[in-house]
T-cell receptor
């Protein structure tokens, strides 16, 4: 079946502009996660969704970052007034909740470059 | 609080040599444990997982990992490295019963394979 998809695969934007990153999880997966991976670094947790709600937003770096999920499916990560330090690969993952042990299935990521 | 430590940000082996990537965790009760692999310009892919059945877990591409409670370790091994194994490897820990919401990833170990 289809895996996790993310769009766009690459995004180049000017400093100060807003960007939207999209994630389509695996059908039936109720949990969805966003991570940030800076060059040569590990995964930085941003936020997760259980259904459409986000119980844990503690990882969002600043109030310029927001995310939403609708219909228990597609999620959008929005970065307002982008800064150069926002340049990174943004990874989305999804997982089952009930009956699952929490292994996450990752999308290919969106590479964001802020010039 | 849970944590996971990967010893060595970079590991280099010769083709055909043993691969050993180290992972230690901290948890009050044995958690679920995972190894993921990330090939260049791709998302993470699950290699294997420990969920409390056999302590020696076999994964894809000839990799295996052994859960050692007394050492709080979950090291990843492969008897003979291939050039195609060159990638970044992440160890992750998830508390039981949380469905993966509290998964913590290690910083990653980049594996280089020399011809």
């Amino acid at each position: 079946g289809a895996g996790v998809s993310q769009s766009p695969s690459n995004k180049v934007t000017e400093k100060g502009k807003d960007v939207e990153l999209r994630c389509d999880p695996i059908s039936g997966h109720t949990a969805l996660y966003w991570y940030r991976q800076s060059l040569g670094q590990g995964l930085e947790f941003l936020i997760y969704f259980q259904g459409n709600s986000a119980p844990d937003k503690s990882g969002l770096p600043s109030d310029r970052f927001s995310a939403e999920r609708t219909g228990g499916s597609v999620s959008t990560l929005t970065i307002q007034r982008t800064q150069q330090e926002d340049s990174a690969v943004y990874l989305c993952a999804s997982s089952l909740i009930s009956g699952g042990v929490g292994e996450q299935y990752f999308g290919p990521g969106t590479r964001l470059t802020v010039t | 609080a849970q944590s996971v430590t990967q010893l060595g940000s970079h590991v280099s082996v010769s083709e055909g040599a043993l691969v050993l990537l180290r992972c230690n965790y901290s948890s009050s009760v044995p958690p679920y444990l995972f190894w993921y692999v990330q090939y260049p310009n791709q998302g993470l892919q699950l290699l294997l997982k420990y969920t409390s059945a056999a302590t020696l877990v076999k994964g894809i591409n000839g990799f295996e990992a052994e859960f050692k409670k007394s050492e709080t370790s979950f090291h990843l091994t492969k008897p003979s490295a291939h050039m195609s194994d060159a990638a970044e490897y992440f160890c992750a820990v998830s508390p039981r019963g949380t469905g993966g919401f509290k998964t913590i990833f290690g910083a990653g170990t980049r594996l280089f394979v020399k011809a």
